[in-house]
């Protein structure tokens, strides 16, 4: 079983409308990172977050470290977020480990 | 300003001979992160070092490959006798101290023929 579970592993959505991305883990964490890659490769940190939510524009990220699962929302949805989402718990020790990643297409 | 710059950004190699990957990261960023990633895959942490020592290299797979940071700054990755299976993007990452956000390079893609 992987460490880190995302889904649903890929998403087509309709431009507008409301995103969840789920991610469970199974060991004990301090923080976790939400990435986003684009096609070509290149990734961008969107969030880091060790409790509660977080919020920058139209995405929003929740973490409940108790349950292992984190969320990442992203409102009003645009072609522009077609991209692959990753979840990166951290343990202790500093050492991230990654979901294989959310597949997102977003549709005009 | 700049963000972690890699080079090369491609590297094609024959199985058995030896490749460097470098990684130059943020100006002043104290941590750096080597990440693998296969196809299709999500990345694969292999080593991060806080300043000039190697805080954590659990993730290296094997005794071929090996990194340093010998000024706290740029960082080259090794690895020796190379192997088809040792194909894939290898990503670096670098944050200003080790519980902060990180920023990631564009990857270098080595291929093993």
């Known amino acids: 079983k992987n460490e880190v579970e995302q889904s649903p592993q890929n998403l087509t959505a309709q431009e507008g409308e409301f995103i969840t991305i789920n991610c469970s883990y199974s060991?004990?964490?301090?923080?976790l990172h939400w990435l986003q890659q684009h096609p070509g490769g290149g990734i961008v940190s969107l969030f880091m977050?060790?409790?509660g939510k977080k919020k920058h524009g139209r995405l929003i990220a929740t973490i409940n470290i108790q349950e292992k699962h984190s969320s990442l929302h992203i409102t009003a949805s645009h072609p522009r977020d077609s991209a692959v989402y990753i979840c990166?718990?951290?343990?202790?020790?500093?050492?991230?480990?990654f979901g294989t990643g959310t597949s997102l297409t977003v549709i005009p | 300003g700049a963000g972690v710059s890699q080079t090369p950004s491609n590297k094609v190699t024959e199985k058995g001979k030896y490749v460097e990957l470098r990684c130059d990261p943020i100006?002043?960023?104290?941590?750096l992160y080597w990440y693998r990633q296969s196809l299709g895959q999500g990345p694969e942490f292999l080593i991060y070092?806080?300043?000039?020592?190697?805080?954590?290299d659990s993730g290296l797979p094997n005794d071929r490959f090996f990194a340093v940071r010998p000024e706290g700054s740029v960082s080259t990755l090794k690895i020796q006798r190379t192997e088809r299976g040792d194909s894939a993007v290898y990503l670096c990452?670098?944050?200003?101290?080790?519980?902060?956000?990180?920023?990631f390079g564009p990857g270098t893609r080595l291929t093993v023929l």
């Open positions: 990452a670098s944050s200003p101290d080790v519980s902060d956000t990180q920023y």
């Open positions: 060991v004990g964490i301090s923080a």
């Open positions: 100006s002043g960023h104290t941590a």
């Open positions: 977050l060790s409790s």
């Open positions: 990166a718990p951290r343990k202790a020790g500093n050492q991230f480990y």
């Open positions: 070092f806080q300043g000039t020592g190697a805080a954590d």
